[in-house]
């Protein structure tokens, strides 16, 4: 910049650059090869700052700290080394300014790939914010499917009621199918290392129902009162340790007693026990009316999650990769923080263990976390198109009701919440609510012509409904 002074006034002339010879291409899915040529000018002026950089930091003989030329300092240093100081002096505002120039959005820094001397040419591959484009998803209709309740499953929710209210009535004999057995209970690996110690262990001996150990309900049949008995057992392959699923155990145990269970008759007599029925026949009608609604709440979600399903498989989704793998590195933290967790021990252990990579577990975890980010950029695009809003009311309304399910931790949970980061991710949450039951709105043909208008009654009627509990808790002067 140069001052100049006429007739008392300062006038500044600015020194200023022709715009860069830019070039760009796509180079994959939201990627751009982008190309920037510096002129002369740029490249000497860039020479220039180069020399009085390094100059000041290394002495070059015959020459004042700053003050070396160019040549000079690549003679003394070797010119790959003043090279690479020249790129990083000028790469990083070519790069900012071709951004401008081209009117470019990156997502994230882009990555310098090549560079090119004599002209001076940098060649960056940058990343490029997601696109989304929902399609016709307005259009989009679907039934909700109805539900019934049958006699049958009336029968059996009778059956678990007279299951639940039996009797049971100790018995010096051999167990069989339907008792209960109590007793001590221990599970070690082929290594000897204790993985289950029960000391009252209570276990039905169902050979039909959900055993966590194929083969135990089997091996435990017979046993009575004072017995003890060991037996191995191969653990299934969905076991809870996954360290241990498919490995043989060997499992003892000590019967302390063996209880015959007595089941009620399903009648009147057991309507009035377990609650305020005068007959068989109300507690009927109650258990299908509990039927009805569990079953509608069920099929109620399974539909709302096809329709979003329905409309992110419509929807053309694009992102570029840093965003898989950014995924990808939180999907590794929060499967780092699970094993410390369960099974006591570091990450890079347990994969040694399991005879797995680091790579590897990334490809395991990518189809999941691909699958994540699309979900959230069509239900982020939703709300965007939508103009879908959550009010500070509403917030402070969730905060509260989630904060007073955890008893105690109640004010400490709030407090976290409470938080910028916890009131954003809180917001984030439902808003993504909000876009769910908008599409399922839509689906059912019951949306307005804006979804946000639903949001902003609501948000007006929480607003007003929380102005008169406010007022009625107010005492009268």
Known sequence: ???????????????????????????????????????????????RQTARQISREVSI?????????????????????????LVKIVA????REALAQEEIVAYAPGTLEEVAFDPLVLEFVVPLTPDV??????????????????????????????????????????????????????????????????????????????????GLIEALIGLEAEDEETFTLV???????????????????????????????????LARTVGRYDSLRELEEEVRGRLEERKEAQAESEYA??????????????????????????????????????????LKDYLRIQGKTMDELRDELRSEVENTLKRSLVLGEIVEQEGLEVSDVELDIQIAESSEQYGERADEVEAALSSSEGRRSVRNRMLANKAVQGMVAIAKGEAPEELAETGESQAAEDSQDSEEEHESETPAC
């Not at 910049?1 to 070039?23: C, D, E």
């Not at 030329?69 to 003394?76: E, G, K, M």
């Not at 990083?92 to 790069?95: I, K, L, Q, R, V």
Request: glycine share 6%.
């Open 92 to 95: 990083e505002d070519a790069y």
């Open 305 to 346: 999650e096809q329709v979003l399903q329905d409309i992110i498989e419509q929807a053309a989704v694009a992102y570029p990769p840093e965003m898989v793998e950014e995924g990808l590195d939180d999907a590794v933290q929060n499967y780092e923080v699970q094993v410390e967790r369960r099974e006591h021990m570091m």
């Open 235 to 269: 653990l299934p392959e969905d076991f809870e340790v996954e360290a241990l699923q498919g490995e043989e155990a060997e499992f003892r145990v000590g019967v302390d007693s063996v209880y015959e269970r007595i089941i009620p008759d399903i009648d009147d007599d």
């Open 61 to 85: 003989p015959g020459f004042r700290k700053g003050k070396a030329p160019y040549d000079a300092i690549v003679q003394r240093l070797g010119e790959e080394v003043v090279r690479e100081e």
């Open 1 to 47: 910049m140069r001052a100049y002074w006429h007739t008392g006034l300062a006038i500044v002339i600015h020194r200023r650059y022709r715009p860069l010879k830019i070039t760009t291409e796509r180079t994959g899915e939201r990627q751009l090869a982008l190309t920037i040529e510096l002129d002369e000018e740029r490249t000497r002026r860039a020479r």
């Open 133 to 214: 484009d929902l399609g016709e998803y307005r259009q989009y209709r679907r039934e909700l499917p109805e539900v019934e309740v049958t006699d049958e499953e009336i029968e059996r929710a009778l059956q678990e009621i007279g299951e639940r209210n039996a009797v049971l009535n100790p018995v010096e004999r051999p167990a069989r199918q339907g008792d209960v057995l109590v007793g001590h209970f221990t599970g070690r690996t082929s290594d000897r290392t204790l993985f289950l110690d029960e000391e009252e262990a209570e276990i039905l001996l169902e050979i039909d129902g959900d055993t966590f150990i194929p």
